[in-house]
Structure formats: structure tokens, C-alpha cells
């Protein structure tokens, strides 16, 4: 190992809001840390396969204009000089984003998504796209365009998806930190299966605008990253009202960083009598148990919670996820269905026999369906905590419907039977890691708040993170040096 | 899913949206609708149609977080 090996490693190792302060205190470089980045990309990427594209070159001019900013005496943003990489579906003027696909493989959008805009106006840089499942179609991680992704802790496993190229490069330690996005898991998903943190904020939460959209009642964006405490600077960013997206809530931004107290005295946690345990595999509910006296020992409350509405939750909220899902794209359905991967083209056309009725029932449900769901939930505990998956994570191989595998079909649907659910109800929910399973694959712990209780989820999150040190693990690709 | 079923949604996604069956796959992948389907039939009955205006987001506005 060399020096610059060695620097390599020791800068990779930084979290997220560790590499921006270390920027701010002039202790090193954005120029240091995106080489850092593409070294680490170079040597552990290789079968990872979570990247698309990069732009090494121009990553590197941009990282000195914003060393040239600092050195001048300009006011920092909270990200300055931090090099990240995001899953390649948010648009950039100009800029390469496949989405993960053959029918975008050369699209470069007219403009920018407003998140984009804003993690950049904090001082970050973006110097790849990451790989992802075909237009955020699947949790499995497999891209036929672009290889599978793979994961970082063992490469015949699932990386988890839809933002599988995002979880694997923060899960190598290659990024401090990536924007996913979560309609049903897809952040949740590979934090958990990857070992690192990941938050989907409240529906409404983040703006939308130049965000290549799935399903528009149940699309969120929000970070992965190694810790709840660089998912809240990177929320802090871009969370908030943006009039190029009336659909964005108006609420306040609370300051997320502010809210991690560590301190959960008289907090309630709720853990489900019904859904999110029933059949999991023995060593997920094991993990989740310990997790529980950690968060004890805290000073929280643990209460047990009987959740209302399941079956509705899950018939409607697959209604709309389908039915969106094949609306967004009947179009190339109709004129490029061969470049489609044969499992998404599956799934989407089943979407297109649902009756109008039938999607506009399952919408007109939802704020009632969340009502009750609030009123008798929250109204026993303060966040709800479940496991993020509730059986260990599959191969590759074990999901994947492409290649005929016997069970593959319900192997890639039982993947995010704990996740869907949430993104129906619109609630926010973090994913944090808390143990391995047999095959030395992470599991997530998955906690769930009150719309716009971020703050909340974050500071138990974090606080879960001050007693333990699986998300300070290094996965087997972290390691390479 | 029975054949009938499968039948009903190559009808529906030609005719109203003139998308014929891509592959054998789909059929697989429309599998789950069969459980969604039941689903459905279980909730009807057991919750009636909104008839006042109402929304998703006011019902965010109405259950957020309020505490710290």
C-alpha cells in the first residue's frame, strides 16, 4: 500500500458531514476527495458494477473552481466540495441521465432537477450516475442495459433496488453519500441490503421537478448515506417548498442535524403485533429484537401496536404503483416495447388491465386509509419500528425473472412486502443497518414517523447509531485497497 | 392466474390502450393482481366512496408531526 493508496482509503473512510467539515476547516481539499472518489470507483467498481457514466475531468475542474471559492473567502454551503454520485435518473442540463435504460441511453435533459440545483448550490459536485433498475422498476438490482449491480457485501447478492447503483457505492465506500428514490422500498431497500442509511422523506416533503418520474402519488426522493446524521444534512439540502412543483408541501424545514439529541427519554416506539414480522426469517427477527433494548436502554418505551388497514394498504397501494407505472409508460409500450427488459414490460402491462374505477377507488381511499392508520397508531407511540426486509436478501440469481428462475417472481416481490406500504400511506421512514444475516448480508432496521416527522425518525435513527457500530462496519469491497 | 384472467387483461391493455401481450413474462408478472383482485373484493362493502372533498395531502396536514 502507498501513500496515495493510503490517503485513498483514509478519505473514503470519512462520513459524509465528516468530509464537509473537514472541507470547512481547510483540513483537506474537494480536489483530494473526488480523486479519492474516482480511485476508490477504479478499484472497487470493477465488479460492482455501480456506475453508468462518469465525468472524471470535468468532476475534477469543478472540485478546484470550488477549492478557488473557498480560497477566496465566499460564505460555504453545508455540502462544499463534497464529490457525490447519484442513482441516474435526475436531470442535469445537458447531462447523461439513461434512467437506467435502453429508451434513454442518450437523453440529456433541457434542464435541471431542482434537487440537483440544490445539493449543487450547496457546494457539492456530481461526478456520476449510478446504476439502477430500468426506470426504478425493480428491488432486485438487475439492470439488463447496463449488468447488474451487485453487492458490496457479497456479489452474488442483491444490492437491492430500485437505487441498487447508489447503496452499492456508498456500501464500497466510493461516495460519502447518493440520492435514491423510494416508491415502494427503493431506498429503504438497498440501505438495508447494503449496509448504510437511507431516508424517504413524507410524500410532498421534496420537489419532484426534473425527476424522471415511476408512479406520481408514491414517488419520493431522498438520500442514502453511511449515517442518519448524513441523511439529515443531505434532507436539510433539499427538502422544502418549490414552485416548480405544486405538489411540493409548503412546510417548514425543521433543522434536521438539530433534532439528534441522542436523547429518547419518553419516547414511544411501536412495534407491530401484526404484518411486518409475521414468517421473517429467524435471524431478521433476532437482529430487530436487539435493536429494541438498544433503543431501550436509550430511554425509550417500547410498545406493541396493532396496525389497522393492512390488507387495504397493500391491495390499493399496488393499484397505484401499477397502475402509474403503466400510464408513465404506454407510450415506448406501444412503439419500443423490445427495449424493454422482458420483467418490466411484464409488470407494467399488468398495470394496464386495472379499470379506471378501480385506481380512482384506491386513490380516493388513501387519506382516509392514513387517518385511521395515524389516529390508532400514532396515537400509541411516537415512530413505529419494523425490519426493513423481512426475510434475508436472495442472489441475483434467486430473483431473477429474465432468466426463467423457478420463484423468481415472488422472490422479487416478497423483497419489499415491508416497504410498499409506507409509500401508500405517504409516510416518512428511515433504514438503518442492525445486523448480518446467515449469509453475512445486512439487515435494516426500518423506522417509520407522522407526516413531516423526519426529525423524529432521524434522531432515533441516530440515536440507535450512538450505541452501535453496524453502520460503521466495512463491508469485504470497502476494504480493498 | 386463470386463463379467463389472463384473457381479460390482454383484452383490456389492446383495447383501450393498443398494447398487445410483450411476452410470456407478463402474464407471470400479472400474477399478483389475483391476490389484489381478492383484495379488492374484500373492501367493497367495508368502506364507502368520499363523498365529501377531501384529499391525500389534507390528510398529511391533518396527522403531521406536531411534537419534537
Not at chain 1, 381511499?365 to 434475508?392: N, Y
Not at chain 1, 413531516?452 to 485497497?481: C, M, N, Y
Request: proline share 6%.
Amino acid at each position: 500500500m502507498n501513500i496515495a493508496t493510503q490517503t485513498m482509503s483514509t478519505l473514503c473512510d470519512l462520513t459524509l458531514t465528516e468530509a464537509a467539515d473537514a472541507v470547512a476547516r481547510g483540513e483537506v481539499s474537494s480536489v483530494d476527495l473526488t480523486e479519492a472518489a474516482f480511485a476508490a470507483f477504479d478499484l472497487r467498481d470493477d465488479k460492482l458494477n455501480a456506475v453508468i457514466w462518469s465525468e472524471r475531468e470535468a468532476s475534477l475542474e469543478a472540485a478546484a473552481a470550488l477549492d478557488a471559492k473557498q480560497a477566496s473567502g465566499a460564505a460555504l454551503g453545508p455540502l462544499h466540495g463534497v464529490p457525490l454520485a447519484h442513482k441516474d435518473m435526475y436531470y442535469q442540463e445537458g447531462r447523461l441521465t439513461t434512467c437506467g435504460s435502453k429508451i434513454r441511453a442518450d437523453f440529456r435533459p433541457a434542464y435541471s432537477a431542482t434537487v440537483m440545483d440544490r445539493l449543487h448550490a450547496a457546494g457539492s459536485l456530481t461526478l456520476a450516475g449510478l446504476n439502477m433498475a430500468e426506470f426504478a422498476q425493480n428491488a432486485s438490482g438487475h439492470n439488463t442495459h447496463y449488468g447488474d449491480c451487485h453487492n458490496p457485501w457479497g456479489y452474488d447478492y442483491c444490492p437491492g433496488g430500485s437505487s441498487s447503483g447508489s447503496g452499492a457505492a456508498v456500501g464500497a465506500r466510493c461516495v460519502t453519500a447518493a440520492l435514491g428514490s423510494d416508491t415502494g422500498g427503493s431506498i429503504r431497500l438497498p440501505a438495508s441490503m447494503c449496509g448504510v442509511s437511507g431516508i424517504k422523506p413524507t410524500q410532498t416533503r421534496v420537489s419532484r421537478y426534473g425527476v424522471m418520474p415511476l408512479s406520481f402519488s408514491c414517488d419520493n426522493v431522498g438520500p442514502l448515506a453511511r449515517t442518519a446524521k448524513d441523511c439529515a444534512r443531505i434532507l436539510s439540502v433539499i427538502a422544502g417548498a418549490d414552485p416548480m412543483d405544486p405538489t411540493c408541501a409548503t412546510e417548514p424545514v425543521p433543522d434536521y442535524e438539530a433534532a439528534l439529541t441522542g436523547d429518547l427519554r419518553g419516547l414511544k416506539v411501536g412495534v407491530p403485533d401484526n404484518y411486518f414480522l409475521e414468517d421473517a426469517s429467524p435471524e431478521v427477527g433476532d437482529a430487530f429484537m436487539a435493536t429494541l433494548e438498544v433503543l431501550k436502554a436509550r430511554g425509550a418505551e417500547i410498545v406493541s401496536v396493532s396496525l389497522p388497514e393492512m390488507d387495504a394498504v397493500a391491495t390499493y397501494g399496488a393499484i397505484v404503483s401499477r397502475c402509474e407505472g403503466a400510464s408513465a409508460h404506454a407510450q415506448w409500450m406501444r412503439e419500443r416495447p423490445g427495449d424493454y427488459a422482458l420483467h418490466l414490460s411484464g409488470r407494467m402491462y399488468g398495470g394496464l388491465g386495472i379499470p379506471a374505477v378501480t385506481y380512482i377507488e384506491a386513490l380516493s381511499r388513501r387519506g382516509g386509509i392514513l387517518k385511521t392508520f395515524a389516529s390508532e397508531v400514532f396515537g400509541a407511540c411516537d415512530v413505529l419500528a419494523t425490519p426493513t426486509l423481512r426475510w434475508r436478501t436472495p442472489t441475483l440469481a434467486e430473483a431473477d425473472i429474465d432468466a426463467g428462475t423457478e420463484g423468481a417472481v415472488a422472490a422479487f416481490m416478497e423483497i419489499s412486502i415491508n416497504t410498499r406500504p409506507i409509500n401508500y400511506l405517504g409516510l416518512p421512514a428511515a433504514s438503518v443497518p442492525c445486523g448480518l444475516d446467515n449469509n453475512g448480508i445486512p439487515i435494516g432496521l426500518q423506522i417509520i414517523g407522522r407526516p413531516f416527522g423526519e426529525a423524529k425518525v432521524l434522531k432515533v435513527s441516530d440515536a440507535f447509531q450512538a450505541d452501535t457500530d453496524w453502520h460503521k462496519t466495512k463491508s469485504p469491497v470497502a476494504r480493498i485497497i | 392466474m386463470s386463463d379467463d384472467l389472463a384473457k381479460l387483461f390482454e383484452d383490456v391493455a389492446r383495447t383501450w390502450s393498443s398494447v398487445p401481450l410483450p411476452n410470456p413474462v407478463g402474464v407471470q408478472m400479472a400474477l399478483p393482481l389475483q391476490d389484489t383482485i381478492t383484495g379488492l373484493a374484500a373492501e367493497h362493502g367495508r368502506m364507502a366512496f368520499e363523498e365529501e372533498p377531501s384529499s391525500f395531502d389534507a390528510a398529511l396536514q391533518a396527522t403531521k408531526e406536531t411534537g419534537s
